[in-house]
């Protein structure tokens, strides 16, 4: 019998902290935004760093679309590699066969010859393969850009919504005051930080790019003229 009162206590209690937890949350994130509806009453004269602050964000967003072409760009530059890896990859085969058909004739000219153009086309066949690396290594990085830019995205809209606040508040809005000033800081800094991660892995990967960029060229320069796929090094 205690063990059950116990128990519903226990139970109870979570139920309350969860109910508070969830509240607590909604409440923050309901401080952290002014409704737009609230700033048609604020003068516009009062609405200067509100103003910035809207171009800062709209200038944020083109960014993001921007990001958004530069992935599929590089998506379809890296289609294009693997089509070129995978025909570096019959005429690797086509070689082979010749150089079976030509040990057949027991000819050394020919097997010579065979074997030669196998080389080649194995060279090719590497550099096909590193450029293909490439394009992915580099499909990632501007994906990693696209995350940059919608995290400085995020951080426009926090900028804004702290601008929105100022202005409610000094409009003498009484609206404001069921807002709390600390609470919009606060999304701007986590915001902030959030770029801040993203720059880094940006960073991390653009070295990774580079280092696959490096070993394509190195291997570009190894295989005989027309081996060595068709990209670009931009």
């Not at 109870?12 to 609230?38: E, I, P, Y």
């Not at 516009?44 to 760093?49: F, N, S, T």
């Not at 070689?95 to 020919?110: D, F, L, M, R, W």
Request: hydrophobic residues 40%; neutral net charge.
């Amino acid at each position: 019998m205690f063990q059950n009162r116990t128990k519903r206590h226990w139970v109870v209690g979570l139920a309350l902290g969860a109910s508070m937890t969830f509240l607590a949350g909604c409440s923050s994130s309901r401080a952290s935004r002014v409704d737009d509806a609230m700033m048609a009453r604020v003068p516009e004269d009062q609405l200067g760093e509100v103003r910035e602050a809207q171009l800062a964000r709209t200038k944020a967003a083109d960014n993001v679309t921007r990001a958004e072409v530069a992935v599929r760009d590089a998506e379809r530059a890296a289609e294009v590699a693997r089509r070129n890896g995978d025909a570096a990859k019959s005429r690797m085969e086509a070689e082979k066969a010749a150089v079976k058909a030509a040990e057949a004739t027991g000819q050394q000219s020919p097997i010579a010859q065979a074997q030669s153009k196998l080389q080649g086309a194995e060279a090719g066949r590497a550099a096909a393969d590193a450029e293909v690396s490439w394009h992915d290594k580099k499909t990632d990085t501007a994906r990693a850009e696209k995350d940059l830019r919608d995290a400085e995205l995020k951080v426009a809209d926090a900028e804004l919504n702290l601008a929105q606040f100022q202005a409610l508040e000094k409009s003498g809005d009484v609206r404001a005051r069921d807002m709390s000033e600390a609470n919009f800081m606060a999304a701007v800094a986590d915001a902030k930080r959030e770029v801040e991660d993203a720059r880094r892995r940006v960073d991390d990967q653009k070295r990774v790019e580079q280092d696959a960029r490096a070993e394509w060229q190195r291997l570009r320069s190894q295989a005989p003229q027309g081996y060595g796929g068709s990209g670009t090094a931009d």
